[in-house]
Each structure stands twice: as structure tokens, then as C-alpha cells.
């Protein structure tokens, strides 16, 4: 008895050696980090003596955050681009996945040109739009000068700015979304679609009730990771508009950049920061719920 | 075997001699001709300018033997990179280039070395332009004045002039412009959208730079040392500065391309080297834009002179100076061999040979001397300003007061706010900014 006891133990106890390594890494790596940003954001900082001076002021820097209204558009924006382009790169997509996945040639030829805008560096995109967009000897302006119409200023406009920045969001990201759904699409067994289609069901039938709820947990994985890359979003941004006309494309990336080093606000851009960090968090609270919630529908339904 | 081993021995006895001299780190000692300094590196921005630097530090490199690394970085990377060295426990760079916005909060904190400790009898000769004394700060007035100490060398002497079409203006029987009533009748003339814009303003990118020209010739100011109180007066809200807020916004909106509000320096010089504009105030490391043929349809049609005022004799450009200083986190060897070459780069002859490669000078006997060269038209119109030369806000906290200044003009430009809630605003924050800060305010 003693000896299972010592033998269980043994076992336990090599399992925590084993992970041992692995976990201070990650504290280390990760926690680190995120535990001095977390500080910092309680602290206001300044340059003196030579180095960075640390003073503790409680949640004053939260407290400014909420009553910054550059700061609370540079949120509701971030959100909307988020909400407005990751639903849209996913309806894409799903399409273009389904159908690529589906289609008997150039099946390589297809994925290879839709993953291409996702090879391209945020710099190279920024620059390539830039000289799309541009008023006065931009492509797109030039095209609709060639039918005769007198085209916008697409970045300096109050009401097209964020849209084109919008449309250049889809055109990057809808690649990354597709891989992955594609991804699912490949592993789905044929002969679902196939049964289903000797039992008399349509091809819109097949996709709405076959393959969309197989698909639903790679499409969440998809939205998920998307929507945090799109909190991210900066490059685009800098270059395109850098945050005009007036504050209609800022964004938290570039407000916190202008923080920390324009405006020398340490601590203040460390608590922006942790407050991004908290809102994508409850973000993906919110996707999980859903699932969960759609998987118990789904469940009661059957 | 025993040649195997031979030829990994050769191989090792190779790397071991000649290792040295391929290594791609810092040489600390000196070479055999050189005046006794270690190699330095410079951190700068690579600006249209970078060229002439670079040849100047090559003739450096020739005269003393001494050796020199220039690592340039883009502009919009530039304090991010500087801030990570002077904090860092060592700097990487034994020279870095700031810029006037925000040089003080690095004078304030001690992050960069008083030129009078490395050497106690290092002073500025009589031709070197202080700009305002842009390199000197006083810490117990918390700005750039004559008493301060000096921690920089004016390095790139940018400053506002006002550049304009000789042909067309000769042409249609226009005078270079001397005040803003010139600036909008020419302006009217030549406007003809969408081929010929009358006038464009720098609306983003440090839109307040363009404002503070119009507002200082306006005599109004951001915000000044009360020498009578001991306290900062913030001027933004007053009368005058209203008056020139106005103007700055015509002088953006009004016969500008309908993107004006995504129009910054660059797109300025973009549109005056396609002769799309007739005139537009900038700065003057602008200047080598215009004569560049692959770049340039207006080559040699392009004359210099003042920033214009409300009348003759009442301007104010403003200067975007660039100074270069020296890390505190530096041993003394590499701070001396720092100082050594700003004390180098100050000289006369220097100075003209930078200005003649296309450098933006800072001693005003040198722009008297290129000015006599037909080449550099433009070298007249930066001497006649200096004198008329203002200074940006010099208190440790401008680069938070920009920022902010920014935010509220991008807003007037595009109607989000109106003129007056954008100077009440900028009080009141300039005011906040300043407080937290520890100035004291009236």
C-alpha cells in the first residue's frame, strides 16, 4: 500500500518537474511583462537624474483615461473597425474557402493568389493604398477621371476616410481568415455532403446545414484571432491617414504610440494599455458565451 | 587526418588574427593616424540633408584620422530610438540629433551631457546662431534662455521661408509676397482647381508649426514667461490669436485641393515641384527639392524670401531646429571624442563646405557666403529672416503641448470644432499641462 502511495506521488510529483521549466519561462516570458506594464499604469513617470523617475499615483491615470475623449473615440473607432472589417473578411471567406475547398482545379492556383495580400508587409500595404487613394495622381482617381467623374479625396474626407480605411483592412486580413477556414473546410468529411445529396438536399441546403455547423468552431478560432489582430491595427493606419481627418481614423495603437513617445506619458500609456488589454479580454468572453450558447441551442434542437 | 587538422588549425589561427578586423563592433582604440579618439557613432534622420552630412564627416574622417559611424533612422523613428538610448545603461550612440520640440524634456531630465562639463571652456563664437538659444536651458526657469547651460550644438538650422514661382509671378506682374494680403491675392489669381491650386498649408504632420508663423507675426503667443510675476502667461486664447487662427485657416482651406486636411510638409513640397501651386512657406531643407531635375518640374523657377507678416517688417518664421547632443550614459573618452567633432563641425569653412553639399547651416556668416551664389537662391531669404527668427514652445513639456495643439487643429480644420472652442480648449489644456507639469501659471 505504501509503496502504490510513494509510486502515485513519484508520479505526481514528475509530472510538476516536468512542467516546472516550461511554467517559469512563460512567467518570465509572459507574466513578466505584463506585470510591469500593469505598474506602470499606476505610476506617473518623467525624465530626472539621468534615468526615468517612477512616482505612484494611484488610479489617477485610469481615472484620465476614461475623461480623455481622444482616447474614448480612438476605442470606438478601434471597435467598429474591428466589428465592421472581421465581419465582412469572414462572410468572404467562408465563401471562398467553401469554394476553393470544393472545386476540382486549380485548387493550389486559387489559395496561392488569395493568401498573397497576407505575405505583404503592413508597410508595403500602407504605401501600395496610398498610391490607390491618393487625390491628386492616385489609380482610383485616375480611373474615375478616365469616365469622366471627379473622384474624392478618399483619406482627407470626413465621411470616406474610414471606410477606405475599412476596405483596405478586408483587403489584408480576408486571406488570413480564409487559411484558416479552408483549413476546416479540407478536413471535413466527403461523405456527409455526398449522403446528403443522394438523400435529394440541395446545395445551399448542404452548406447551411451541414457544413457551416461543422465549420462553426474553425470560423469562431478565425473571428477570435482576427478580432485581437485588428485591435493591433497601426501601420495602415500611420501611414494612410495617421489618425485624420480631424480624429475620425485614430485608433488605440496609434493614440497609445502618441502617448508614450510624442507626449512622453509613460505610465498614462501603460494604463491605455491595460485598459485594451482588459476590453479585447471581455471581447472574447463574449465570443465563448456565444458559442457555448449556439452549442446548447444547437444540442436542444436535435 | 593530420592535414585536416592542419588546415582547421590554419583556420583558427586565421580568425584569430584577422578576427578583429572584420568584426563589425566598435573599435575603441584609436588608429595610428588618427588625433587620439575612439570611433564615434552618430544617430540622425534620414532627411534630404543626410548627404551633405555624410560628405562633411568623410573630410572629418580625412583630416583628424579619426573615424565616424552615421546610423540613420527614419524621422518618425527617431525619438523612440533616442529615448531607448539615453535611458539604456549605456547610449549606443555617442551623438544624437533631437529636434527643438522635444530636446528640452531630455536637457530637464539630465539625459544628455552639459557641453561645459566635458569641456569647462566650451563656448559658441559670435557667428553661430543660437536660434532663441535653442541648445541652452535654464533649470530653474524651466526654458531655453542665455543664462542656461548649454547641452547641444545647433546642428540643422531649419527655419520657415516663403517660397514662390519667379516665372509665374513675374509673369502676371506680382512683387514676391511681403504680406498675407499678397499671399490671398496672388493666391486668387492663380487659383484654377483642379490644374493650379493658389495656396496650400501644412494641415497635419505638426499643423501648429504653420499656425505659429501667422500667430507670432500676429504678436500673439502660445503661451510666455512673465518675468514682472514669476509665472507663464498662456496667450492662445486671446484676440489676436483668434485673428490668426482665422488666417491660418484660409490660408489651408480656402485655394487649396480638396484633400487639404491629409496635407502635410510633403505634400506641400510635392505640389510646388509639380507646379501646381504658385507659393507655400516651409521649411528651408526644402529648398534642394525644387532644383532637382528627376524630381522637379519647376527647376530654376523657384525664388526665396521672408514668411510674410500682417505688413512689411512684422514677420515671424519659425525655426524647427535640429541640435546634436551627447549622451550623459557615456564614458568621458567617447564624450570628448563627441565634442571634439561638434567643435569641428562648427567652424567657418566647415559650415560653408555643409552648406554648399546642401546642408542647412547655423552660422549666419556662412549664409552671407553661400547667399553670394546664385546656386543657392535661397540662402539669401534665411539670412534676411534670422533676425526675425521665433522659437517653438520651450518648456520641458512641448512635445505633450504639440500633441495636444495637433489634436485640436486637426479637429478646426475639418469643422469638428470651431475656431473659438479650439483656442478655449488648447487654454485650458495648455494651462492643465502646465500645472501638472509644476510650472507656475497666472
Given at each position: 500500500m505504501q509503496i502504490r502511495n510513494l509510486t502515485s506521488w513519484a508520479d505526481n510529483g514528475f509530472k510538476y518537474i516536468a512542467l516546472a521549466p516550461l511554467i517559469i519561462v512563460l512567467v518570465v516570458l509572459v507574466a513578466a511583462p505584463v506585470v510591469q506594464l500593469v505598474s506602470t499604469s499606476f505610476a506617473r513617470t518623467r525624465f530626472a537624474s539621468g534615468g526615468i523617475e517612477f512616482t505612484p499615483v494611484g488610479l489617477a491615470n485610469y481615472r484620465a483615461a476614461f475623461a480623455d475623449q481622444v482616447a474614448m473615440r480612438a476605442l470606438l473607432n478601434t471597435t467598429l473597425l474591428a466589428i465592421i472589417s472581421v465581419s465582412v473578411e469572414t462572410a468572404i471567406a467562408v465563401v471562398l474557402a467553401l469554394a476553393v475547398g470544393y472545386s476540382r482545379r486549380g485548387n493550389i492556383l486559387y489559395r496561392t493568389i488569395f493568401i498573397f495580400p497576407m505575405l505583404l508587409p503592413p508597410i508595403a500595404i500602407g504605401v501600395m493604398w496610398l498610391m490607390i487613394y491618393d487625390f491628386n495622381y492616385g489609380v482610383l482617381n485616375q480611373v474615375l477621371a478616365f469616365v469622366g467623374v471627379r473622384g474624392p479625396a478618399w483619406l482627407a474626407s470626413n465621411y470616406l476616410a474610414f471606410p477606405s480605411i475599412i476596405v483596405v483592412d478586408i483587403w489584408h486580413w480576408t486571406s488570413f481568415v480564409f487559411l484558416i477556414v479552408l483549413a476546416g473546410v479540407e478536413t471535413l468529411p466527403h461523405e456527409l455532403s455526398e449522403s446528403a445529396r443522394i438523400d435529394g438536399a440541395t446545395e445551399p441546403q448542404i452548406i447551411r446545414r451541414i457544413l457551416l455547423p461543422l465549420l462553426k468552431p474553425i470560423i469562431l478560432v478565425a473571428v477570435v484571432t482576427r478580432t485581437i489582430f485588428a485591435f493591433k491595427v497601426y501601420e495602415q493606419i500611420y501611414l494612410l491617414t495617421d489618425g485624420g481627418p480631424g480624429n475620425r481614423t485614430e485608433v488605440v495603437s496609434s493614440y497609445i504610440m502618441r502617448v508614450f513617445f510624442n507626449q512622453n506619458r509613460m505610465g498614462y500609456a501603460a494604463s491605455l494599455s491595460v485598459l485594451t488589454l482588459l476590453f479585447i479580454a471581455a471581447l472574447i468572453c463574449v465570443f465563448y458565451l456565444i458559442q457555448a450558447r449556439l452549442g446548447r441551442d444547437g444540442r436542444a434542437t436535435k | 587526418m593530420r592535414s585536416v587538422k592542419s588546415v582547421i588549425g590554419l583556420l583558427l589561427l586565421l580568425a584569430v588574427v584577422a578576427g578583429p578586423a572584420f568584426a563589425g563592433g566598435r573599435s575603441e582604440v584609436a588608429s595610428s593616424e588618427s588625433d587620439g579618439h575612439p570611433e564615434i557613432s552618430i544617430l540622425i534622420n534620414e532627411s534630404p540633408w543626410l548627404g551633405a552630412f555624410r560628405e562633411i564627416v568623410s573630410v572629418y574622417e580625412r583630416e583628424t584620422g579619426n573615424s565616424v559611424e552615421i546610423v540613420g533612422s527614419p524621422y518618425g523613428a527617431l525619438l523612440t530610438r533616442i529615448t531607448n538610448s539615453l535611458t539604456a545603461p549605456e547610449s549606443e550612440f555617442d551623438i544624437v540629433i533631437l529636434d527643438e520640440v522635444w530636446a528640452n524634456q531630455f536637457y530637464e531630465g539630465g539625459l544628455v551631457a552639459a557641453l561645459t562639463d566635458i569641456d569647462p571652456d566650451f563656448a559658441f563664437d559670435s557667428g553661430v546662431l543660437e536660434y532663441n538659444w535653442v541648445t541652452r536651458w535654464d533649470h530653474d526657469l524651466g526654458t531655453n534662455a542665455e543664462s542656461g547651460t548649454i547641452y547641444g550644438v545647433p546642428i540643422n538650422g531649419n527655419m520657415q521661408?516663403?517660397?514662390?514661382?519667379?516665372?509665374?509671378?513675374?509673369?502676371?506682374?506680382?512683387?514676391?509676397?511681403?504680406?498675407?494680403?499678397?499671399?490671398?491675392?496672388?493666391?486668387?489669381?492663380?487659383?484654377?482647381?483642379?490644374?493650379?491650386?493658389?495656396?496650400?498649408?501644412?494641415?497635419?504632420?505638426?499643423?501648429?508649426?504653420?499656425?505659429?508663423?501667422?500667430?507670432?507675426?500676429?504678436?500673439?503667443?502660445?503661451?510666455?514667461?512673465?518675468?514682472?510675476?514669476?509665472?507663464?502667461?498662456?496667450?492662445?486664447?486671446?484676440?489676436?490669436?483668434?485673428?490668426?487662427?482665422?488666417?491660418?485657416?484660409?490660408?489651408?482651406?480656402?485655394?487649396?485641393?480638396?484633400?487639404?486636411?491629409?496635407?502635410?510638409?510633403?505634400?506641400?513640397?510635392?505640389?510646388?515641384?509639380?507646379?501646381?501651386?504658385?507659393?507655400?512657406?516651409?521649411?528651408?531643407?526644402?529648398?534642394?527639392?525644387?532644383?532637382?531635375?528627376?524630381?522637379?518640374?519647376?527647376?530654376?523657377?523657384?525664388?526665396?524670401?521672408?514668411?510674410?507678416?500682417?505688413?512689411?517688417?512684422?514677420?515671424?518664421?519659425?525655426?524647427?531646429?535640429?541640435?546634436?547632443?551627447?549622451?550623459?550614459?557615456?564614458?568621458?573618452?567617447?564624450?570628448?571624442?563627441?565634442?571634439?567633432?561638434?567643435?569641428?563641425?562648427?567652424?567657418?569653412?566647415?559650415?560653408?563646405?555643409?552648406?554648399?553639399?546642401?546642408?542647412?547651416?547655423?552660422?549666419?556668416?556662412?549664409?552671407?557666403?553661400?547667399?553670394?551664389?546664385?546656386?543657392?537662391?535661397?540662402?539669401?531669404?534665411?539670412?534676411?529672416?534670422?533676425?526675425?527668427?521665433?522659437?517653438?514652445?520651450?518648456?520641458?513639456?512641448?512635445?505633450?503641448?504639440?500633441?495636444?495643439?495637433?489634436?485640436?487643429?486637426?479637429?478646426?480644420?475639418?469643422?469638428?470644432?470651431?475656431?473659438?472652442?479650439?483656442?478655449?480648449?488648447?487654454?485650458?489644456?495648455?494651462?492643465?499641462?502646465?500645472?501638472?507639469?509644476?510650472?507656475?501659471?497666472?
Amino acid at each position: 500500500m505504501q509503496i502504490r502511495n510513494l509510486t502515485s506521488w513519484a508520479d505526481n510529483g514528475f509530472k510538476y518537474i516536468a512542467l516546472a521549466p516550461l511554467i517559469i519561462v512563460l512567467v518570465v516570458l509572459v507574466a513578466a511583462p505584463v506585470v510591469q506594464l500593469v505598474s506602470t499604469s499606476f505610476a506617473r513617470t518623467r525624465f530626472a537624474s539621468g534615468g526615468i523617475e517612477f512616482t505612484p499615483v494611484g488610479l489617477a491615470n485610469y481615472r484620465a483615461a476614461f475623461a480623455d475623449q481622444v482616447a474614448m473615440r480612438a476605442l470606438l473607432n478601434t471597435t467598429l473597425l474591428a466589428i465592421i472589417s472581421v465581419s465582412v473578411e469572414t462572410a468572404i471567406a467562408v465563401v471562398l474557402a467553401l469554394a476553393v475547398g470544393y472545386s476540382r482545379r486549380g485548387n493550389i492556383l486559387y489559395r496561392t493568389i488569395f493568401i498573397f495580400p497576407m505575405l505583404l508587409p503592413p508597410i508595403a500595404i500602407g504605401v501600395m493604398w496610398l498610391m490607390i487613394y491618393d487625390f491628386n495622381y492616385g489609380v482610383l482617381n485616375q480611373v474615375l477621371a478616365f469616365v469622366g467623374v471627379r473622384g474624392p479625396a478618399w483619406l482627407a474626407s470626413n465621411y470616406l476616410a474610414f471606410p477606405s480605411i475599412i476596405v483596405v483592412d478586408i483587403w489584408h486580413w480576408t486571406s488570413f481568415v480564409f487559411l484558416i477556414v479552408l483549413a476546416g473546410v479540407e478536413t471535413l468529411p466527403h461523405e456527409l455532403s455526398e449522403s446528403a445529396r443522394i438523400d435529394g438536399a440541395t446545395e445551399p441546403q448542404i452548406i447551411r446545414r451541414i457544413l457551416l455547423p461543422l465549420l462553426k468552431p474553425i470560423i469562431l478560432v478565425a473571428v477570435v484571432t482576427r478580432t485581437i489582430f485588428a485591435f493591433k491595427v497601426y501601420e495602415q493606419i500611420y501611414l494612410l491617414t495617421d489618425g485624420g481627418p480631424g480624429n475620425r481614423t485614430e485608433v488605440v495603437s496609434s493614440y497609445i504610440m502618441r502617448v508614450f513617445f510624442n507626449q512622453n506619458r509613460m505610465g498614462y500609456a501603460a494604463s491605455l494599455s491595460v485598459l485594451t488589454l482588459l476590453f479585447i479580454a471581455a471581447l472574447i468572453c463574449v465570443f465563448y458565451l456565444i458559442q457555448a450558447r449556439l452549442g446548447r441551442d444547437g444540442r436542444a434542437t436535435k | 587526418m593530420r592535414s585536416v587538422k592542419s588546415v582547421i588549425g590554419l583556420l583558427l589561427l586565421l580568425a584569430v588574427v584577422a578576427g578583429p578586423a572584420f568584426a563589425g563592433g566598435r573599435s575603441e582604440v584609436a588608429s595610428s593616424e588618427s588625433d587620439g579618439h575612439p570611433e564615434i557613432s552618430i544617430l540622425i534622420n534620414e532627411s534630404p540633408w543626410l548627404g551633405a552630412f555624410r560628405e562633411i564627416v568623410s573630410v572629418y574622417e580625412r583630416e583628424t584620422g579619426n573615424s565616424v559611424e552615421i546610423v540613420g533612422s527614419p524621422y518618425g523613428a527617431l525619438l523612440t530610438r533616442i529615448t531607448n538610448s539615453l535611458t539604456a545603461p549605456e547610449s549606443e550612440f555617442d551623438i544624437v540629433i533631437l529636434d527643438e520640440v522635444w530636446a528640452n524634456q531630455f536637457y530637464e531630465g539630465g539625459l544628455v551631457a552639459a557641453l561645459t562639463d566635458i569641456d569647462p571652456d566650451f563656448a559658441f563664437d559670435s557667428g553661430v546662431l543660437e536660434y532663441n538659444w535653442v541648445t541652452r536651458w535654464d533649470h530653474d526657469l524651466g526654458t531655453n534662455a542665455e543664462s542656461g547651460t548649454i547641452y547641444g550644438v545647433p546642428i540643422n538650422g531649419n527655419m520657415q521661408i516663403m517660397y514662390y514661382r519667379t516665372d509665374l509671378l513675374s509673369e502676371a506682374g506680382f512683387d514676391p509676397p511681403q504680406t498675407w494680403d499678397d499671399v490671398f491675392e496672388i493666391a486668387e489669381h492663380f487659383y484654377d482647381p483642379p490644374n493650379m491650386y493658389g495656396m496650400v498649408g501644412r494641415a497635419t504632420g505638426r499643423p501648429d508649426f504653420g499656425l505659429q508663423a501667422v500667430l507670432h507675426s500676429f504678436d500673439g503667443y502660445l503661451m510666455r514667461y512673465d518675468v514682472d510675476s514669476g509665472n507663464w502667461d498662456i496667450g492662445i486664447n486671446r484676440p489676436e490669436a483668434l485673428e490668426a487662427l482665422n488666417l491660418w485657416l484660409r490660408l489651408v482651406r480656402e485655394y487649396s485641393p480638396q484633400d487639404y486636411p491629409s496635407i502635410g510638409q510633403a505634400q506641400m513640397i510635392s505640389l510646388m515641384q509639380s507646379g501646381r501651386i504658385p507659393m507655400a512657406y516651409t521649411v528651408t531643407a526644402a529648398a534642394p527639392n525644387f532644383d532637382n531635375p528627376a524630381a522637379s518640374a519647376v527647376v530654376g523657377n523657384v525664388g526665396a524670401t521672408v514668411v510674410p507678416g500682417p505688413e512689411p517688417g512684422r514677420n515671424a518664421p519659425t525655426t524647427g531646429i535640429q541640435p546634436f547632443a551627447i549622451p550623459n550614459n557615456l564614458p568621458n573618452e567617447r564624450k570628448e571624442a563627441a565634442l571634439a567633432f561638434l567643435q569641428w563641425v562648427l567652424q567657418p569653412d566647415v559650415q560653408v563646405q555643409f552648406g554648399r553639399a546642401g546642408g542647412i547651416v547655423t552660422r549666419q556668416d556662412a549664409w552671407e557666403t553661400l547667399a553670394e551664389d546664385p546656386d543657392f537662391w535661397w540662402a539669401q531669404a534665411v539670412a534676411d529672416s534670422t533676425p526675425y527668427a521665433r522659437g517653438q514652445i520651450r518648456v520641458a513639456p512641448g512635445g505633450r503641448i504639440f500633441d495636444m495643439l495637433e489634436g485640436l487643429l486637426r479637429q478646426v480644420v475639418v469643422g469638428d470644432l470651431t475656431p473659438e472652442q479650439t483656442l478655449q480648449q488648447a487654454e485650458t489644456q495648455i494651462r492643465a499641462i502646465m500645472e501638472d507639469e509644476g510650472y507656475p501659471v497666472q
